[in-house]
C-alpha cells in the first residue's frame, strides 16, 4: 500500500506555537510526508545471474543481496521462464524458509502487466549492514532446457540519506515488533523438491495441508496449475466439515499467479490442523495437479 504523500500536523503561528481553534483543540494543516521523501519503488535482481539458463533436472540459487544502502519492503514476485520450474525461498538474515516445500511457479510467479502480490510485504530491516534472499530453482518440471529470470519487486527505504528522527520512523512503522510473514503452503504429499504424483485418469487423491507445531496461518490465496481437469472438495479433518455443499470444478476455487483465488473470508488454520483437499480427475488422463496457498504465518517466539 503506497505512502501517503502528505499528512496532518498542527498548524503553528510564527513564533513556532501550536494554533488553537474555539474549541481548543490544535487546527490541523497539511504537511509533505517526511518518510515520503525517502521511499522509492525497487527491482531486486541477482547481478551475477539476471538470466540464468538450466538444463532439464539442473537446479541453481539465485542471490538477491540487499545492501545497507537501505531497507527493502518486498511486494510482488514477477518473472518470466521458456517453462515451469519449482523454487523456494529462504531469509539468510533470520533463517527463514517462506514455504514448506518448494511451490511450482506458475503459482507465484507473475508478469509485469499482472504481478503476483504477496499475502502481505516482506520488510528486510538491513540496520547498519545488510540482509539476503536465496532462492532455489529448479528445473525439474519442463523437461528440457529453461532460462529463467525471476524479479522481486518492492519499496526501498533510504533511511541512511533521512535525518534521525524519519529513520526511526521508518525502523518504528516497517519492521519494529513484526511477527507476521508471507508464506507458501503447498500440501505433504509434494515431494521434496517440489514435483507432485500424478492422479490417475478417473482415479481420486487426497491432498493435506497441515501446519507445523510452531505457527498459525492465515490463508487468503489459492493457485494450482495442473495437467488436466479436476474436481475438489475441501474438508477440515479435525470437525470433518466441508467447505462446501458439494464437489466444486478446479477453475471455481483455484487461480494462478496472475489471477490468484481470494478466499471471501480469510482461513486460519492453526497449529497441528489439517486442511484436507479432496480430488477427482474428470481429463481421463494422469494427472498432475500443483497446489499452493499464500497466507499469512504468524510466527510464535
Known sequence: MPLAPFIQVPSRGKDGSVILGPDGRPVMGVAVNP??????????IDPQNPAVTLLAGAQTELRYLIDSQGHFDWATLIGNSTGPYTLEFFDAGTNRRLQNRPV?????VGSGM???????????????????LVCTI??????????????????RFYHKEAPPDVAR??????????R???????????????????????????????????????????????TGAFTYQLRERAT????????????????????PFLVSDTYLLERDKQLLCEVTDISGNSNSIFLTIAGRRLQYV
Not at 511450482?104 to 507465484?108: A, E, L
Not at 520512523?169 to 513484526?178: D, K, M
Not at 503447498?186 to 495441508?209: I, K
Open 35 to 44: 518518510v515520503k521523501l525517502f521511499v522509492r519503488g525497487y527491482w531486486l
Open 104 to 108: 511450482h511457479s506458475t503459482t507465484v
Open 114 to 132: 499482472r504481478p503476483f502480490r504477496l499475502p502481505e510485504p516482506y520488510f528486510f530491516n538491513v540496520g547498519d549492514s545488510q540482509r539476503e
Open 138 to 155: 529448479r528445473n525439474n518440471i519442463f523437461g528440457q532446457t529453461n532460462t529463467i529470470r525471476l524479479v522481486p519487486y518492492g519499496r
Open 169 to 178: 520512523e521508518i525502523s518504528r512503522r516497517f519492521s519494529e515488533g513484526q
Open 180 to 226: 507476521t510473514y508471507s508464506y507458501f503452503l503447498t500440501p505433504r504429499e509434494t515431494n521434496s523438491d517440489g514435483t507432485v504424483t500424478a492422479v490417475a485418469g478417473n482415479g481420486t487423491a487426497t491432498f493435506t495441508f497441515d501446519m507445523d507445531a510452531n505457527a498459525d496461518t492465515d490463508l487468503q490465496k489459492f493457485m494450482a496449475v495442473s
Open 240 to 259: 470433518n466439515r466441508t467447505l462446501s455443499n458439494g464437489v466444486i470444478r478446479n477453475t471455481e476455487g483455484w487461480g494462478n499467479a496472475e489471477f
